[in-house]
C-alpha cells in the first residue's frame, strides 16, 4: 500500500482526492493492481454462450457444430501460468 499511495501522492498531489481516467496512464503501480486483482477475481466468473459453428477439436474433445458453450473464466485466470499465479503480487502484470 505504500508504494501506490507514494505514485499518488506523486503523481496527483496529497489534497486532490479524485483520480481521474487521463490521470491513469501515469498511475502504473495502481494499474497492476487493479489488473492483479481482476486476475485473481474476475468481474463475470463465467463468459457468455457462445455456440460453435462447425465441428473442432478442443484439448482432444470433438465439439460437434451447434454446441452451446460457456467458459469458467476464473478458472482460465488461474490456468498455472507461473509460480506465483495465486499470489497478490502487482509485479507479475
Request: proline share 4%; glycine share 6%; aromatic share 8%.
Amino acid at each position: 500500500m505504500r508504494k501506490v499511495q507514494q505514485e499518488l501522492n506523486f503523481h496527483i498531489g496529497k489534497h486532490r482526492l479524485l483520480v481521474t481516467e487521463s490521470d491513469t496512464k501515469n498511475l502504473v503501480y495502481l494499474q497492476s493492481i487493479i489488473k492483479e486483482t481482476l486476475h485473481l477475481y474476475p468481474a463475470i466468473p463465467l463468459s457468455g454462450i457462445h455456440k460453435t459453428t462447425e465441428d473442432c477439436t478442443i484439448n482432444g474433445f470433438l465439439v460437434s457444430a451447434g454446441t452451446w458453450l460457456i467458459f469458467n473464466l476464473q478458472k482460465i485466470h488461474c490456468d498455472p501460468l507461473g509460480k506465483t499465479l495465486l499470489n497478490f503480487d502487482p509485479k507479475d502484470l
